[in-house]
C-alpha cells in the first residue's frame, strides 16, 4: 500500500528495497484510500488531506492519491505506484521489468482489447 499518512518518499524507497531483497513473483500495490468513520481516514479529514474536488467524487484504492499529505505530493505517490513494478523488478528480473514499462506505455483502452487466451500466455511465460 503507498500513501497512508505520514509516509514520505524516503519510506517508500524502503518498500521498494525490501520488495527487491524479496524478489516477489507477482506484485499488486493499492493506494490509501481515507474511509470516513475508520480511525485513519476520519484523521485526514479532519487534517485537510484531502483533495476539494474529491469530496463530491467516487474514489476507491484502486484510483489515483486522493490525498495531499504534507510530506508526500500526491503527484508523487501517483507516479511511484505506476513505477513501482519496473522499480522492484529492474534488480532481478530483466523480463518483467521490461513487460512492466510495457503496461505503463500502453493505454489503457488497448489493455482491455489485449484476447484473454494472450493473457493467459502471457500469465504462463513471465510468472
Do not use: H
Amino acid at each position: 500500500m503507498i500513501g497512508i499518512p505520514g509516509e514520505t518518499p524516503a519510506g517508500f524507497q524502503k518498500t521498494i528495497k525490501l520488495n527487491q531483497i524479496i524478489r516477489p513473483d507477482m506484485i499488486q500495490l493499492s493506494t490509501y484510500y481515507p474511509f470516513p468513520g475508520s480511525e485513519l481516514g476520519d484523521m485526514c479529514y479532519e487534517k485537510g488531506y484531502i483533495k476539494e474536488e474529491v469530496l463530491s467524487s467516487t474514489y476507491n484504492y484502486f484510483d489515483d492519491s486522493v490525498l495531499q499529505l504534507p510530506d508526500f505530493s500526491s503527484a508523487d505517490i501517483n507516479r511511484l505506484r505506476r513505477w513501482f513494478r519496473y522499480n522492484v523488478y529492474r534488480k532481478y528480473s530483466l523480463k518483467r521489468a521490461l513487460l512492466s514499462l510495457l503496461s505503463l506505455m500502453l493505454p489503457a483502452r488497448l489493455k482491455s482489447m489485449i484476447p484473454s487466451p494472450l493473457i493467459k500466455l502471457y500469465s504462463f511465460l513471465f510468472r
